[in-house]
Antibody, heavy 115, light 110 residues
């Protein structure tokens, strides 16, 4: 079964850090571009970042550039999102998603930034 | 402000046909495949239509997609109560070098 399972969400203080993980299974992870997408409470989907299949190329939304870092470990079939200097407006459910012709989504992990 | 433009809401009665529009630009819809995602209340998004008009396995043929130039649309025929959800269009964008989404359309089955 093709699956993406996120973890690492939780409560963080403003200015703090969190590291999200996304474990992939059921497909050849190293062959796919991967994304992080977030959804603030009651709001729509917003793209955050993407990484090429070999990890050599990344891009970010302006709202997270310089604060978030996307990475992957193809040997462990895992995608990461390191989130630093967190702000209240980063509060959202974070989804990892497979790119390519047939995208697919994980179930999401909630990140709350609050003092 | 989303890069792709969708109506915020749509509605229909059971059995009706409804359409949801999505408009973009040459850097996204005009150059790349358009996908539609369905998000049921309290759930993660799920791929509904890919490559403009292809249905993943398990998606009923009541759902269909089309694209022309920099616009696309999702049609749902034989509307059912379980179709009540948020629908998002999405495409790759050359300027952003990532995905862009529509703001989402909340479909209500009356």
């Amino acid at each position: 079964e093709v699956q993406l399972v996120e973890s690492g969400g939780g409560l963080a203080q403003p200015g703090g850090s969190l590291r999200l993980s996304c474990a992939a299974s059921g497909f050849t992870f190293k062959s796919y571009l991967m994304h992080w997408v977030r959804q603030a409470p009651g709001k729509g989907l917003v793209w955050v970042s993407r990484i090429s299949s070999d990890g050599s190329d990344t891009s970010y939304a302006d709202s997270v550039k310089g604060r978030f870092t996307i990475s992957r470990d193809n040997a462990k079939n895992t995608l990461y999102l390191q989130m630093n200097s967190l702000r209240a407006e980063d509060t959202a459910v974070y989804y990892c998603a497979r790119g390519g012709v047939v995208p697919m989504w994980g179930q999401g992990t909630m990140v709350t930034v609050s003092s | 402000q989303s890069v792709l433009t969708q109506p915020p809401s749509a509605s229909g009665t059971p059995g009706q046909r409804v359409t949801i529009s999505c408009s973009g630009s040459s850097s996204n819809i005009g150059s790349h495949a358009l996908n539609w995602h369905q998000q049921l209340p309290g759930m993660a998004p799920k791929l509904l239509i890919y490559s403009n008009n292809q249905r993943p396995s398990g998606v009923p043929d009541r759902f269909s997609g089309s694209k022309s130039g920099t616009s696309a649309s999702l049609a749902i025929s034989g509307l059912q109560s379980e179709d009540e959800a948020d629908y998002y269009c999405a495409a790759w964008d050359d300027s952003l070098n990532g995905w862009v989404f529509g703001g989402g359309t909340k479909l209500t089955v009356l």
